[in-house]
């Protein structure tokens, strides 16, 4: 399977020590140079995680429709869209409403932080969302209050 991401979600699920979530599902997740520069440069939570062999770097090749995606998204995003078109990717997480629509309209299988803290929670993985839900907001996180509730109210928290 193949699966590429942009920065949050990783950011989102190392700021909880959780990146173990997305290895229950995968057993690779491809990001664009881009991404890898952002959480480096930025030493944002998993800046150390990024190196491990888990994640792997890929550069893009159409710079043009790169170009084109900048007019709506930030250099991440857009390179995420990008490559996950080259790689066929099977799944591509984006977490920015303005990044996910795109994707969507792009026709790629898009899915959100949020989906894989649900589906571990249905796995077993996990036994509650509520406490990574709140870990995530106190370290910048931003989750609307609507999003925070129908996600607990679907999970029965």
Known sequence: MIVVSNATPIISLASIGRIDILRH?????????AVYDE???KK???????DDVFFQVERIRDEFA???????LDLGEAQTIVLAKEMSADIVLIDETIG?????????????T?????ASK??????EIAPLLNEMIVRGRWISRKVYNDVLRFCDE
């Open 25 to 33: 599902f995968f057993d690779r997740v491809y990001i664009p140079q």
């Open 39 to 41: 959480i480096k440069s």
């Open 44 to 50: 944002a939570f998993g800046y150390k995680e990024i």
């Open 66 to 72: 790169q170009n084109i995606l900048l007019n709506d």
């Open 100 to 112: 996910y629509n795109i994707a969507k309209s792009q026709e790629l299988n898009v899915k959100r």
């Open 114 to 118: 949020l989906s894989f803290l649900i």
């Open 122 to 127: 249905q796995k077993g993985y996990i036994d």
